[in-house]
Structure formats: C-alpha cells, structure tokens
C-alpha cells in the first residue's frame, strides 16, 4: 500500500468519536466499501465530513513493512497515497477490545455488547481478525 510524503495533522479526525461514526454508518446501513492496492476498506456514509478521507482495512494489510490486522483507520491523501492513523477498537473481537481500550471506551462510541448478541460492525471485522491470526 503506497505510504503518503504529504504532512498529515494527527489532531483532525483521529479522535474517538471516528469509531462512534463508522458504528452508527453501519447501524444505518450508510456504510460502503471502497479497494485500495487490492484490499478491501470500509467507509463511512458521508455524514461527517472530517471523515470523508478516513477508511478502516477489512483485511490484513502490509504497510511500510508492518502487517496490519483488520480494523486499523488510515487517511487517503487524494494523490494515491495513505497515512496510517491509529489502531481502533475494531482491531479487537469486542470482549478483548473491552480489555484494551475499556469498557468505558466501548460504551462512549455507542456500541452495544451482550454475550450473544455482537454489534454489526465487529461482526464487520471478527472473522477477518481471526483469519489474520
């Protein structure tokens, strides 16, 4: 995946309220996918605009030498390039994420865990997270 020479701010758009966007995309359905260097990555639906540019990998991705797990959030620079931004919960099946980043954190994003019952966006990424294992 061809990494980006452009400067990128770390202050817009990487907070936590992404993860609440991208759950609430795929709770409405708005979601899509989009394929960068032949590699599926989900997008938001277009209701925030600080996210136009943001896209999560739905499959294990080498980046500048790092493989990646599904669930990381990156940046496209709109000249074929991309910065990596940061893991996100997603990376994580939600019990473990709930060990990583919190339960508080899980809750914050508007995400809902009951035991037999997962939220559709880790549905999205948990038989991809296990593959990548």
């Not at 499959?59 to 000249?79: A, H, K, M, S, T």
């Not at 966006?121 to 997270?129: E, K, Q, R, W």
């Amino acid at each position: 995946m061809p990494v980006s020479s452009e400067e990128v701010s770390f202050k817009a758009g990487t907070c936590k309220d992404l993860e609440t966007y991208f759950s609430n995309s795929v709770k409405e359905g708005s979601h899509y996918t989009v394929h960068a260097d032949h590699k599926r990555f989900l997008k938001e639906g277009g209701h925030h605009p600080d996210v136009n540019h943001m896209m999560i990998n739905l499959e294990p991705i080498v980046f500048n030498g790092i493989i990646l797990p599904p669930g990381n959030l990156f940046r496209d620079d709109n000249n074929g390039g991309f910065h990596y931004m940061r893991p996100t919960a997603f990376c994580f099946d939600q019990q473990y994420s709930d060990q990583v980043f919190g339960k508080e954190y899980r809750e914050s994003i508007g995400v809902e865990y009951h035991h037999h019952h997962h939220d559709r966006i880790f549905d999205l990424f948990s038989s991809l997270i296990h593959q990548a294992a």
